[in-house]
């Protein structure tokens, strides 16, 4: 078995960045708790049909900066901005399950630097086509509404062949395919994928399709300029 790397950690240091800002040595613990839980959060509360991309999060001393990446920003922030209120008095209620047990022991200080308002940016993406977590997220909606995967997946990697940044597309779905009762997978390729390359950039992507008869796993790989 090869040993198997995320593309994007892979190429953190040279065309790529990191999706949570911020560094503390004593309560690190506490605080990528409260990441995970913000970020399962969003999912939860948004689901696929508001095309969020990646989330980055910020923490600075007055507060915790939340930039959410989305093809479909209308949908988040709602009817004079109503969708943002709900979705930060969602963010808040799932985060006080976790911090509030803990921050009753500890001291004024700290619980300022653990307890800070939230603040969430909407940030549009224009090329949704081209993006590895959007196709992943579009591939399983289709797979969740029984489209053959042979169609879905041809038809994302066509809509991403006519942006002129993709040089080259990898699509690998792998479960019960098609509701057979041995699990397989294929893969579909187009174009140059050159993960050993570091400086190339290669946006990478998986997420699951959960279907009827069983789990359908989906890795999606862009190679752009």
Sequence with gaps: MGQKVNPISFRLVTNKNWRSKWFSERDYALLLAQDITLRKAIDAKLGR???VNHIEIERNPQEIVVNIHTAKPGIIIGRSGQGVIDLKSYIEKSLEKIVMPIVANLSAEKKKAITKKIKINIIEIRNPEANANLIAQTVASQLEK???YR????MAIEKAKQHREVKGIKINVAGRLGGAEIARGEKFLDGSIPLGDLRS???YAFTNAFTTY????IKVWVYKK
């Design 201 to 203: 950039n290669v946006d």
């Design 151 to 154: 169609r879905a997946v041809k």
């Design 146 to 148: 029984r489209v053959a």
């Design 214 to 217: 069983g789990t359908i796993g």
């Design 49 to 51: 049909n508001a095309g």
